[in-house]
């Protein structure tokens, strides 16, 4: 069972930035390579969608909403996945989950998300 912790949420103002993080605190190094690594958000009333992925290389894909302001990173060492988001706005408030998906397989793990509220 793969275990996925999203942290970092919280309430910040237009224009701020937050640094999401997810943890694979249970997976071996070995294990975290073989994953793509995903962010998704889910808006009240709204379908999930996805926010921002990073595969196994180094490739990585934006929605079209977050190109320019959210980046998706990730430490190996560390096993974590980042999402740094610049110049929020208030359509990004939403919950935010992390997802990791092998290429090979057809479904996704999924953290439990952690809230984004930009409000003034």
């Known amino acids: 069972q793969v275990q996925l912790v999203e942290s970092g949420g919280g309430l910040v103002q237009p224009g701020g930035s937050l640094r999401l993080s997810c943890a694979a605190p249970r997976m071996i190094l070995s294990e975290f390579w073989q994953y793509n690594k995903e962010w998704h958000r889910q808006a009240p009333g709204k379908p999930r969608e996805l926010v921002a992925a990073?595969?196994?290389?180094?490739?990585?894909n934006y929605a079209d909403s977050v190109k320019g302001r959210f980046t998706i990173s990730r430490d190996n060492s560390k096993k974590k996945v980042f999402l740094q988001m610049n110049n929020l706005e208030p359509e990004d408030t939403a919950v935010y989950y992390c997802a990791f998906q092998r290429p090979s397989e057809d479904y996704k793990h999924w953290g439990q998300g952690t809230q984004v509220t930009v409000s003034s």
């Open positions: 990073i595969t196994t290389g180094t490739s990585t």
